[in-house]
């Protein structure tokens, strides 16, 4: 069973940049695709971007698209997201989350949960 741990995070002015880690442990870190979900207070949980194992298409959500990129290193267990021209609306917890099986935006499409790290945006 596959463990995440994640950090990174942290407190940011609006335009600045961050960058989450969330390394897996266990074995076959590649043959699973990597998600990034954030929740806002008084929010669902909501997609943000995922990555396939190995080959495929990367995708995200609209609102981030041209600022956060999501990348992994397979050798070192680790998906990453940068986060770049941050917005106060960026504001949430960030979790990473993995599953096998083809890319999904929702969040019941994957069953192992990072434990959440905080971002905050100041405008």
């Known amino acids: 069973q596959v463990q995440l741990m994640q950090s990174g995070g942290g407190l940011v002015q609006a335009g600045g940049s961050l960058r989450l880690s969330c390394v897996a442990s266990g074995r076959a870190f590649s043959s699973y695709v990597m998600g990034w979900f954030r929740q806002a207070p008084g929010k669902e949980r909501a997609f943000v971007a995922a990555i396939p194992g190995s080959v495929g298409s990367k995708h995200y959500t609209d609102s981030v698209k041209g600022r956060f990129t999501i990348s992994r290193d397979n050798a070192k267990n680790t998906v990453y997201l940068q986060m770049n021209s941050l917005k106060p609306e960026d504001t949430a917890v960030y979790y990473c989350?993995?599953?096998?099986?083809?890319?999904?935006?929702?969040?019941?499409?994957?069953?192992?949960w990072g434990q959440g790290t905080q971002v905050t945006v100041s405008s």
């Open positions: 989350a993995s599953r096998r099986g083809g890319s999904s935006r929702y969040s019941d499409g994957y069953d192992v």
